[in-house]
């Protein structure tokens, strides 16, 4: 998935993003809100990570025009600001989560998983093609049964076929979701990472079409 972090900490900023990349996420940082809205005009983001005390304006503001800016993208408000008073106006403004600084990385991933499960509708976070299944959450994915080994761009590369099964997605929205705008690629980047993706779950019933000139797709033959 790729996420946007808002924060002006450049060290904390960084740790944040290099923990998340771990997990198997882009991300993208913006040290200000010019910066992020900037990234938002230009890309399409699952979670944003947004600090409240920025160099350019308040955080609140921000989250509380996040219906013309992010529309129903989920927000989880990071902020050294303790008080419950603070906690409340970040909900109240539609924040979708409060962690308070410092905090420990483990929790800051497990409240990003907890969120995203949130935003599809449902407890269960498996996604199905065929006899493809994947648990974004847990990072599993399995053929008719059997675990497949994926790396991090290939998982992120799955993910997006699997949520838009049946559509056609072009090279530029998937180099959107697994690169950020800091990531040097190659021309060929997102066609190198497809022939992977084949290759790791060949012997499925699903499959990814290349649709000439427009991108790829992905579908299954249903029994």
């Known amino acids: 998935m790729r996420f946007l972090l808002v924060e002006d900490n450049s060290a904390l900023a ?31 983001y699952d979670l944003v990570l947004l600090d409240l005390m920025l160099p350019d304006g308040d955080g609140r503001t921000f989250l509380d025009q996040r219906h013309s800016r992010l529309g129903d993208t ?5 902020t050294a600001r303790s008080e419950v008073s603070d906690r409340v106006g970040a909900l109240d403004l539609g924040a979708d989560d409060y962690l308070t600084k410092p905090f420990d990385f483990a929790e800051l991933e497990a409240r990003c998983r907890a969120v995203l499960r949130r935003r ?52 530029d929205h998937l180099h959107d979701r697994l690169f950020s705008y800091d990531d040097e690629v190659s021309d060929n980047a997102i066609e190198v990472y497809v022939g992977r993706l084949r290759r790791r779950i060949a012997g499925s019933t699903a499959r990814i079409e290349t649709i000439r000139g ?10």
């Open 14 to 44: 960084q740790s944040i993003a290099e923990r998340l990349k771990i997990d198997g996420h882009a991300v993208d940082i913006a040290s200000d809100i010019a910066s992020a809205e900037a990234c938002l005009s230009g890309a399409g």
């Open 74 to 78: 989920p927000v989880i408000v990071l």
């Open 120 to 171: 599809g509708g449902s407890g269960s976070t498996v996604l199905r093609c065929g006899d493809l299944a994947f648990d974004p959450v847990a990072a599993v994915v399995t053929v008719a049964g059997e675990p497949r080994a994926l790396r991090n761009r290939e998982l992120r590369l799955l993910e997006a076929f699997m949520r838009a099964r049946g559509r056609v997605l072009s090279k």
């Open 214 to 223: 427009v991108g790829y797709r992905l579908d299954a033959d249903e029994p």
